[in-house]
């Protein structure tokens, strides 16, 4: 996350300095290296050089597919399209820690990645004969400073968010606070500067359009819910309802399989009625599930909680996707590198924020409630994370108010030029 946060400012420059081919076999081929590093790690600083580089391939790779995507296909076909995007995005992290599993018990750590050379290989060879250049080289000047405030500013602020949970004393620790401080000092830096430059590197007038606004505020509050809870329900169904590992991955597959399924549905959907009718009734669905996370007990059948992250996952399906596309509808062709690496980049920044700040009120909520217990047992501990699960919960029931409330001021998008 924090290589690929770093990267996203840069894809919207590089994406205009290489052709479609360029841009893609370069990255696989960098992926490509990156998994063979890591394949043949002898220690762990190779193997977390081989991760870093695999990032530095795919984490640019994501925004150059969607500026293709959007290129390709018009602004009635595009949520089809993003449908289909979405599964690989959604199926793969929901049946990856499965099939991980298998591979390791079967063939050990290092298949993980060389299984993935025949397919890296393959995408490269398909490329070459197959595809074709869509984007446009126009490649604009690239400012170093605004490079190394982006780079400084993505990667303090998801640094800092990230240590909040393991590091004394929370948000008041100094290491935390300094670097949180310092990441966001860097990035208002950036965005002035990029006012000021006569080609920014992050062109963030896509804010001046509505829709791309709204859509992206809402994509980020959905981003911080979900991330937030693919950590704290795990806590939560491991601790007072002292479930395995095993079970709770059962608990959750479902729902994630689900949503991967039926992300290209949403996406014909979305095609045919717009945004509303599917953002509007997603919040409110996902209102409701965060609700009940927020009341939930230990006591509740466990289909009850499988059935919950089914409909929190369906919510997601119904959100993510269409206010996306719905924001990058409303951009004209220009500003489509620069929409789209803010997408991507807005995704490990929320995620780190809404990790942390779960985490952080979970755990003060914990702390209250055990407040004045010396010796707390072990029903008492479970009591008070119960409670202290509940603070975050309610806390995401209002980000999700917020969100539904800009949902209702969303419009059908059309590019500038076709309006």
Do not use: C
């Not at 696989?28 to 991760?51: D, E, K, Q, W, Y």
């Not at 530095?56 to 500026?67: D, E, Q, V, Y």
């Not at 055990?370 to 707390?376: A, E, I, K, N, V």
């Amino acid at each position: 996350m924090l290589v690929m946060g770093m990267l996203m400012p840069l894809s919207a420059s590089l994406v205009q300095w290489f052709s479609t081919r360029q841009m893609f076999i370069g990255l696989m081929s960098i992926f490509l290296v990156g998994t063979l590093i890591a394949g043949f790690a002898v220690n762990f600083p190779m193997l977390l050089a081989g991760r870093m580089i695999q990032t530095a391939g795919t984490g640019l790779l994501i925004p150059t597919i969607m500026t293709t995507m959007l290129l390709l296909f018009e602004p009635h076909e595009r949520g089809k399209a993003m449908g289909n995007f979405g599964l690989v995005m959604m199926f793969a992290p929901a049946t990856g820690p499965t099939l991980s599993g298998i591979i390791v018990d079967l063939l050990g750590w290092r298949w993980l990645f060389f299984i993935v050379v025949p397919f890296a290989i393959g995408s490269i060879l398909l490329a070459l004969r197959y595809l074709e250049n869509v984007t446009e080289v126009t490649r604009p000047k690239i400012d170093v400073l605004s490079g190394l405030l982006s780079s400084l500013g993505v990667a303090s602020v998801i640094y800092g968010f990230s240590s909040v949970g393991t590091s004394a004393g929370g948000f008041t620790n100094p290491v935390v606070l300094l670097t949180i401080i310092l990441g966001t000092a860097a990035l208002i830096l950036f965005g002035l500067r990029q006012q000021k430059l006569a080609e920014p590197m992050l062109d963030l007038a896509v804010f001046k359009y509505a829709n791309y606004s709204r859509g992206m505020f809402i994509f980020v509050v959905v981003v911080i819910a979900m991330f937030a809870s693919n950590i704290v329900m795990p806590i939560y169904l491991q601790g007072p309802m002292a479930f395995s590992a095993k079970i709770v991955g059962m608990i959750l597959l479902p729902g994630a399989l689900l949503n991967g399924f039926l992300s290209p549905v949403m996406g014909r959907i979305f095609d045919k009625i717009g945004p509303r009718k599917m953002i509007i009734p997603g919040m409110i669905m996902l209102m409701l599930v965060m609700l009940f996370y927020s009341v939930m007990h230990p006591g509740i059948s466990v289909i009850i909680f499988i059935i919950a992250h089914i409909l929190l996952m369906i919510s997601i399906s119904m959100i993510m996707m269409p206010s996306n596309t719905n924001a990058l509808n409303e951009l004209p062709k220009r500003l489509y590198p620069h929409g789209t690496a803010i997408s991507n980049m807005m995704q490990p920044l929320a995620g780190a924020m809404g990790v942390s700040l779960f985490i952080t009120i979970m755990t003060n909520g914990q702390q209250q409630a055990l407040d004045g217990t010396l010796r707390p047992s072990a029903a008492q501990v479970n009591e008070a994370l119960t409670a202290g699960v509940h603070h975050a919960y309610w806390f995401a029931t209002v980000l999700i108010i917020a969100g539904l409330v800009m949902s209702l001021f969303i419009t059908r998008s059309l590019p500038p030029e076709e309006k």
